[in-house]
Structure formats: structure tokens, C-alpha cells
């Protein structure tokens, strides 16, 4: 009678863990299919039906060019703090102005 509570026990955990073995890989099987719902946005204020137009990289190698080349004042390849801080201010007062 013991015996036959154990295996049933241990019948359950297997059908459990099979159970969900089969849900991770149905799950990343959709996720490497990319199927998900096109209307699903990660942000809440883009809509389902907006095109995203995807930047190209040397677009986007010279925009981060123009804003090193505004914004980095010691030339050392970063913007910090005080750079950063020095640019909102500015910006701020042109805006204000």
C-alpha cells in the first residue's frame, strides 16, 4: 500500500514537471518565432497601428557625433555630470528666453 502511495506521489510530480517542460518550450518556441501580438507595445503610449521607423547606424554614429561634439567639453569621449548639467542649463535658458 506504501509502495503504491509513492509511486502515485511520485507519478503526479513526473506528469507535473512533463507538464511544464511542454509550456517553457511552447513559450520559447513563440518567443524565437517572434510570434506576439502586433499591437503589443512595451511603450504604454505607442499604439498598435504606428509605424517604428528603425534608425540606420550611420545615422545614428552621427547623431551621438553632434551631441559629443556640442556637449563634451574636455573631449574625452563622455559627457558627465557637469557637462550634462551645463547643457540642461543652458537649454533651459535658451527655452526660457
Known sequence: ???????????????????LATSIISLAEDHLDGSHHPSMRLDKNMGGDEH???????????????VLQDDDKNNDGYIDYAEFANHNAFARLRRDS
Open 1 to 19: 500500500m506504501a509502495v503504491m502511495v509513492h509511486l502515485r506521489i511520485y507519478s503526479i510530480d513526473f506528469l507535473c514537471c512533463i507538464i
Open 52 to 66: 517604428v521607423q528603425i534608425i540606420k547606424e550611420e545615422e545614428l554614429i552621427k547623431l551621438i557625433d553632434g
